[in-house]
């Protein structure tokens, strides 16, 4: 005996009528089930979930998934100023701690901000760091321009002195890892080394323009990698880094003469 529209009917297995039957039961089976439009369910990224517990285990689960699954369209807005603030906190972290002991966690709590605020931005710990690198952009050589090469680059000196501490200090703190990854490295380069490279060529191109110096002095080449180099090796030598005073007698023992400048 089968119920159907709740009125029960008797069939015999051989008729037509229990064959239509089986037929429509089979199809009615195996039709997709519609979902309730009634349920609403949460987006991909929910900022403040209700307390429900679905609400609490939707934010839980994705936050253990990691930033893989954050959505790059999803990021959030932030303030110029909050993004330097976030940027200032992951290099002193960096300069204090070495690249390897920083995480996203440490940042955000410094911060007080949420980690997935730092994942919806920058997916990767890498990312993060590069970026703070290029934002911290600055160009120290910038605006020397005496009319003297000698002087341009006793000045040099001085200014190079001035920061060469905290940037010496974040070139050591990330270590191996710039040249484990390119990003990092690319970013490395551009925040504190082509910067001041660019504007030092200036200073001297200025001054063989001027004429004090021949347009193919062989020293010419290797002024950046002198100022740069003793700015990297003196921390090595004596565990002290070269500050505007060693500096500034390294340019007149060294770079000055090696140019024919006095």
């Known amino acids: 005996m089968y119920r159907y529209a709740s009125v029960p009917i008797r069939f015999s297995t051989g008729t037509l009528a229990y064959r239509l039957m089986c037929a429509t039961l089979e ?25 429900t517990s679905e609400g609490k285990h939707h934010m839980t689960s994705q936050a253990a998934d990691g930033p893989d699954t954050v959505v790059a369209s ?22 204090e701690c070495g690249y390897e002991s920083v995480t996203m966690e440490g940042v955000a709590a410094t911060t007080r901000c949420s980690k997935s605020t730092l994942y919806r931005q920058w997916k990767t710990k890498p990312q993060f760091v590069a ?34 501490g905290k940037d010496t200090k974040l070139l050591q703190a990330l270590g191996h890892a710039w040249t484990a990854d390119e990003e990092l ?36 080449e290797y002024v950046p990698a002198m100022m740069f180099g ?18 500034a007698r390294f340019v007149e023992a060294i770079v000055l003469p090696a140019l024919g400048l006095t």
Do not use: C, N
Not at 189 to 218: F, M
Not at 230 to 247: F, I, K, N, T
């Open 74 to 95: 999803r990021r959030s807005k932030i303030t110029p100023e909050r993004e330097r603030e976030f940027f200032d906190a992951v290099l002193e972290q960096i300069r």
């Open 27 to 51: 199809t009615e089976s195996a039709a997709p089930v519609e979902p309730d439009s009634s349920r609403t369910s949460p987006g991909p990224y929910i900022d403040h979930p209700s307390d």
């Open 230 to 247: 003793v700015l990297r090796v003196r921390p090595v030598l004596s565990g002290q880094y070269a500050d505007a005073d060693y500096l």
């Open 131 to 164: 970026a703070a690198l290029r934002a911290s952009r600055r160009v120290r050589f910038a605006g020397i321009d005496t009319g003297s090469l000698a002087e341009d680059l006793r000045q040099a000196a001085r200014a190079a002195g001035d920061w060469s």
């Open 185 to 220: 490295a690319q970013a490395l380069r551009e925040a504190l080394v082509y910067p001041e490279i660019a504007a030092l060529q200036g200073v001297l191109a200025r001054g063989v323009a001027r004429g004090e110096v021949p347009a193919g002095h062989p020293a010419l």
